[in-house]
């Protein structure tokens, strides 16, 4: 074309490529899709081999580099009606590399919370065939077509409606107006399918799935793992934690080692709560210490309790776990840490009903037992109750926000970033010291089996 500038590219086909995004008919767009996934089921495969030497990192790089993010550009360029297959293919190919890296064969029901955020509970690798329409109208959204009203954004609004309840649907006419965000619009279709999972689980894996969508609970799934720094766990831990973390049978039929009239159930309820094997001090006190550290490190200072051993009688001494100075309007804090599970016959209930119930509870416990002795003493009472799953009550949150701000001066970051530190830390400590009591017992039970 005589005056038409030479460094354009010049297209003289219907099916074409702008941007990598396809452009053109059905067949050229499911080819395009193809190959596209057929490079990124490479890098699965690869990932497969990293998850048999360290699982822990091996999911983190599949939620954060192999799945979602590898064709969500396609999701948003290109109409669900043209890729939803190929997209459910990939979403096919990522579920079974996941059984691959961490050695879990992950049944359709067990699918369901694995593919959700980690905000809910979830391991983040959601499902591109589930959230294209999302990706999709987003995208629409933010093109700014002021008369979308073509035959692909309307398919692409049924579907998305197909899959949250009526007050959550979308129009045409709203989505132009409401300047709705992608995420905004995954949230929907994820707070839905959460819905709709707790509504077929029991009432303990309702609780559990209430316990491990709190705030903060998957912080641990979000650590970099780090051996220098403690913030790694050893393969058979992360495949323990995994498993008990998303319900799957961790008992084997076997009964308790250390109180052999318990069996051991198959949400590990009994593992992690058992006094037998001095798994609960150990995990108490690791918390305990970790909170001091940070304490610390805030320059707040912050005095553990005198040890058993000492002979002192905890009723006739401090009633704290950590003390800490001048925490409050001058006055001292009195820290009690106590770890609780939402799967307790007397909070089950409850549990079911309202996430951090059972942290609530133990709270209450804490202030009755001490608040009277803080009183005579000058001191604050702040109990620091989180479940077995990484829910922190809200007397606990609250105090590890002012510790988080006071860090944040201290090294310089952001509050957020402090928060996350703390969050992290404490969870995979606890989940850590769950999964060796999970361990433990089987251990035991095989050396006991091969004897």
């Known amino acids: 074309m005589e005056g038409f500038p030479t460094d354009i590219k010049m297209f003289y086909e219907p099916n074409l490529e702008i941007l990598g995004a396809p452009i053109g008919d059905v067949i050229f767009c499911a080819k395009f899709l193809a190959q596209k996934r057929a490079k990124a089921v490479r890098l699965l495969t690869q990932l497969s081999e990293v998850g048999s030497l360290d699982p822990q990192i091996a999911l983190l790089l599949l939620r954060h580099c192999a799945t979602f993010c590898k064709l969500i550009h396609l999701a948003r360029s290109t109409p669900p009606s043209l890729v939803s297959e190929g997209l ?27 593919q959700l955020s980690l905000r809910r509970g979830g391991l983040g690798l959601r499902r591109l065939a589930l959230h294209c329409s999302a990706a999709y ?8 077509c002021s008369a979308p009203l073509d035959e692909f954004t309307l398919q692409a609004v049924t579907l998305f409606n197909s899959l949250v309840p009526p007050a959550s649907s979308v129009t045409v006419e709203s989505l132009m107006h409401s300047g709705i965000s992608q995420k905004e619009l995954s949230t929907r279709i994820e707070d839905h399918q959460f819905d709709q999972l707790c509504l077929v689980s029991t009432p303990a894996n309702r609780a559990r799935l209430l316990s491990v969508s709190s705030r903060h609970a998957s912080s641990w799934l979000a650590v970099i793992p780090s051996k220098g720094l403690n913030l790694h766990l050893e393969p058979d831990e992360f495949q323990v934690a995994l498993k008990w973390w998303l319900g799957l049978d961790t008992s084997s039929q076997l009964r ?43 320059r707040l200072g912050g005095q553990l309790e005198v040890g058993h051993g000492s002979g002192v009688d905890r009723s006739r001494s401090r009633p704290a776990d950590i003390l800490v100075p001048n925490w409050m309007i001058g006055k001292p804090a009195a820290f009690d840490v106590t770890v609780v599970s939402p799967l307790n016959s007397t909070t089950l209930n409850e549990a079911g009903a309202r996430s951090g119930s059972a942290a609530g509870k133990a709270e209450v416990r804490k202030h009755n037992a001490n608040d009277p002795k803080c009183r005579e003493l000058g001191w604050v009472c702040i109990p620091l109750a989180v479940e077995t799953y990484g829910c922190w009550g809200v007397e ?39 999964a060796r009591a999970l361990l433990s017992r089987a251990r035991f039970q095989h050396s006991v089996s091969e004897g």
């Open 88 to 114: 459910a293919l990939f979403d096919e190919e990522v579920r079974h590399h996941f059984g691959d890296c961490v050695a879990i064969d992950a049944s359709d029901s067990d699918w369901l919370q694995i």
């Open 137 to 144: 109208l987003a995208s629409v959204n933010k093109a700014g």
């Open 256 to 298: 308790c080692p250390y109180c052999p009239v318990h069996q051991l159930d198959p949400l590990g309820h009994h593992s992690v709560t058992c006094k037998g094997g001095g798994d609960v001090v150990l995990r108490h006190n690791s918390l305990r210490d970790i909170f001091a550290q940070f304490c610390h490190r805030a």
């Open 396 to 434: 606990a949150q609250c105090s590890i926000s002012r510790l988080a701000a006071r860090l944040a001066l201290q090294l310089q970051c952001s509050k957020s970033k402090a928060i996350a530190s703390i969050y992290q830390r404490l969870n995979l400590t606890l989940v850590r010291c769950n």
